[in-house]
């Protein structure tokens, strides 16, 4: 029964690699300028962790084989060095891998995180807020009013809290319930959340950002294929998580600046 047991564990250890060595169940189609690093990132993780586990599988399926005919009394050597030594070893193992890691991951990540978005990138706001996402962008004159908190009101849709009437960086900001970027444009994402933690995922473009409430966080990225796309909240912010989405729409630079027009219409 015991060697069964060990046959078992190997056939469903190598059944569950299958799956992700054929990429069956992997990610749409990337439409960003990093989403290349961001996968490459990904197959080397998967690769890594996924040795590991047929490794640790194939070692947990010979130790049960090997001593599956043992009975109580019968003598076990024991591994030199003792307990102390294969958990010291477990340690450096895994802390190599996870530096490894973290060192191939510098690449894929320094291009959102560790690098400065280009000069002429185009500003977008982002609010996260119980159950919605709002979107800002400058008038204009390229500025974005203030936010004035004790303003903010569902019931008057004055999501960013703007004072329209005593700023004059406010008159032109124009606020959506959809985001639009033109495509092949830098896009320079900024993030706040209203009240608790959220998230910002979009899977075609390899992003997936934390709303910190009390943090104003900042991405850039580029997207390369027109189309539309969702934005979905990824963290448990409430009763109402789980319908709190967006769309996102990438448009030629024509249409994005008719899209922009006619919102600004609506102000």
Not at 46 to 71: V, Y
Not at 194 to 219: N, T, W, Y
């Amino acid at each position: 029964m015991a060697r069964f047991f060990a046959v078992t564990i190997v056939l469903i250890a190598i059944a569950s690699a299958i799956p992700i060595l054929r990429h069956t169940w992997w990610m749409p189609q990337d439409i960003s300028t990093h989403g290349a690093a961001i996968d490459e990132q990904m197959s080397e993780t998967m690769a890594e962790a996924g040795i590991s586990f047929l490794a640790s599988q194939i070692l947990l399926a010979f130790f049960i084989w090997k001593f599956s005919s043992w009975r109580p009394g019968e003598k076990i050597r024991n591994f030199p060095g003792g307990a102390m030594t294969m958990v010291i070893g477990a340690f450096l193992l895994v802390g190599t891998e996870v530096l490894a890691l973290g060192a191939f991951g510098v690449k894929a990540w320094a291009q959102i995180y560790f690098s400065p978005p280009a000069p002429n990138a185009m500003p977008v706001q982002v609010q996260a807020g119980q159950f919605a996402f709002y979107f800002r962008y400058p008038g204009a004159d390229g500025k974005f009013g203030p936010i004035h908190p004790e303003r903010i009101s569902e019931a008057n849709q004055n999501f960013y809290g703007l004072d329209q009437d005593h700023d004059p960086d406010a008159k032109d900001d124009v606020v959506t319930a959809e985001m639009a970027i033109p495509v092949n444009r830098e896009i320079l994402l900024l993030m706040h959340s209203k009240d608790v933690g959220h998230s910002f995922f979009v899977p075609e473009l390899r992003i997936q950002q934390d709303f910190v409430p009390g943090l104003d966080l900042a991405l850039h990225f580029t997207a390369t294929k027109v189309g539309r796309y969702e934005i979905v909240c990824t963290q448990l912010c409430g009763l109402g998580h789980y319908n709190m989405k967006a769309y996102l729409s990438v448009l030629s630079p024509a249409d994005f600046d008719n899209w922009l027009k006619k919102q600004a219409a609506l102000q």
